[in-house]
Structures are given as C-alpha cells and as structure tokens.
C-alpha cells in the first residue's frame, strides 16, 4: 500500500536539499504527483491490492471521498483566494 502513495512534500523536498538536488523541481514533482495521486491511489489500491489478495476494493467510493476531501476545497479555496487577495494572486 505504501507503494501506491505519492511522496510527501517533506520526504521529497529535504531529501532533495540535502542531497544538493534542484529543490524547485522537487517542489513540482511533488506536487504534480499528489495531484495525480488523486486519480491514480484508488485504480493503484484495486489493481495491485485488491486483486492479489483477493478483495473487492470500493473504487469508485475511494475515488469519489478523495475528490471531495482534497480536490473540491483545493479548487474552491484558489477561486476564493483570487477574489479576496486579487493582488497577491497576480504577483
């Protein structure tokens, strides 16, 4: 299960300073990868999990409570925040 998670922003970012690695692009991936995450942890949980153990995993559940726990608030939360901070969005 642990495999099927994208890195965190603590794991993926420090390890990348201390290693003297580009931590901007770390910053991005890390980003990208838990956004992507979002669709790719429920389809990764039924393939790899559910069928070599031999369990029905709720796909479309897990899908659904992770777009509304995570995507949802995120998007909501930046259209807001352009229109209460409209100059620091622009900046």
Same mark, same amino acid.
């Given at each position: 299960? &642990?495999?099927?998670?994208?890195? /965190?922003?603590?794991?993926?970012? /420090?390890?990348?300073?201390?290693?003297?690695?580009?931590?901007?692009?770390?910053?991005?991936? /890390?980003?990208?990868?838990?956004?992507?995450?979002?669709?790719?942890?429920?389809?990764?949980?039924?393939?790899?999990?559910?069928?070599?153990?031999?369990?029905?995993?709720?796909?479309?559940?897990? &899908? !659904?409570?992770?777009?509304?726990?995570?995507?949802?608030?995120?998007?909501?939360?930046? &259209? !807001?925040?352009?229109?209460?901070?409209?100059?620091?969005?622009?900046?």
């Amino acid at each position: 299960m &642990f495999c099927c998670m994208p890195t /965190t922003l603590s794991s993926g970012v /420090t390890l990348t300073q201390l290693a003297g690695g580009n931590s901007a692009l770390a910053l991005a991936m /890390t980003v990208i990868s838990n956004l992507l995450g979002i669709m790719f942890v429920p389809l990764s949980l039924a393939k790899y999990i559910g069928t070599g153990a031999g369990v029905s995993l709720p796909t479309k559940e897990l &899908f !659904r409570s992770l777009v509304n726990t995570l995507l949802v608030p995120l998007i909501l939360g930046k &259209f !807001r925040a352009m229109q209460i901070f409209p100059a620091l969005v622009q900046a």
